[in-house]
């Protein structure tokens, strides 16, 4: 179905367009006028043959297809809309290793077996750790200001706690830390030039990540202890994963649950300083339902996408076997049929069917608890620490496919 109003070659995955803007405009067009929308990726950048994807835009549709793995593969392709120009074969490969890349049955298996390290008693038994941490990164901040009070809230705030709360997570020790936060950084910056990181470092990165989780996962074979790595690789009578599959368990969580948190708090942050009456509301009443709101209205995970195993039919479009289908997770947030007042930041939004974490199917995010468990986590340590933060200038956002990210968010404590 043609959309007159978007030009050809419009491409919602192209990094420079998400660096300067999340093109709200053109989702709201497709919604009212093609919410199925065949859109040309013309440059031949993708690694396959195919020469554009499907734009999925309503929230409906997201759902759908989110929830009919049959009709709808995470193995065929990747789960990442766009691959910069030089990935090979093998990387794409290798990737398929990967939970989320995985299609039901071996998909089920994986799923079942992770699931133990995120069970709600797991995710809150990290909570008293978590909640310490996020008091001393606040203060750290508060204490390491530049002369006029000012400091980037991305890398003094938003970037520990999400890579504290995996280690804590899978119990890698204090001094390993540093390592595994190195490894986790440089995988994930790879889209954006100004970060310098090469596609071997992240590589490299990625392979040392792999490795130490593996050690990690041999050790506890030989050795069983009370911990999750324990339940996954070497627990008695039930599946369990292998040391490879450990491996890229730890790398798809280094990646899945590092930069989108990261990204959740600096949006948050953002959201609060050019909402100040919703600050003032949720430091007198802090909303249980806050950290949603900052995940719907960030939108971290701009689009994932899947790819038909069959002929078939999506609002009001044939789609052919084989054709890539990107679901624009940004836009379903935004949707006027489900949302009243979308463009509206309200810490009290209840319900809040989002898909921020997904839409619902077997994908669906594992590690939501812990992030929403890290966002109030941290907005309560602010609201207590450094409650009368200002903006100092525009945030700076990062160049990448998939991601809303903010590279810079720089604040300032009133003297
Ligand atoms: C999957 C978003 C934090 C672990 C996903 C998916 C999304 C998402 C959109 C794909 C869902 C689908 O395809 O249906 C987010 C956002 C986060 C966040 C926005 C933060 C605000 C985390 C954290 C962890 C985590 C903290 C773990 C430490 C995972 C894993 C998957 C996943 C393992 C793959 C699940 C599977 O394939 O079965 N996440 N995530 N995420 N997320 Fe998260």
Redesign the pocket.
Known sequence: MPCPALPDGFDFTDPDLLQSRIPFPEFAQLRQTAPVWWCAQPRGITGFDDEGYWAVTRHADVKYV?THPELFSSTANT?VIRFNEHITREQIEVQRLI??NMDPPE?TRV?QIVQRGFTPRAIRSLETALRARAHRIVEEARENTAADGSFDFVTQIAVEL?LQ??AE?IGVPQEDRARIFDWSNKMVAYDDPEYAITEEVGADAAMELIGYSMNMAAARKECPAHDIVTQLVAAEGEGNLNSDEFGFFVL??AV??NE??RN?ISHGMHAFLTHPEEWERYKRERPATTAEEI?RWAT??VS?QRTATQDTELGGQKIKKGDRVGLF?SSANHDPEVFEHPEVFDITRDPNPHL????G????????S??IQ?IDLIFNALADALPDLEAVGDPRRLRAAWLNGIKELRVRVPG
Do not use: D, Q, W
């Open positions: 989110s789960a939970m989320l998909h799923r999400p709360a995996i997570l798809l969580l899945a649950g989108t948190t959740a995940v971290p995970v994932f997770y921020g974490f997904g839409g199917g077997p994908h669906f995010c594992l590690g939501k812990l992030a890290e």
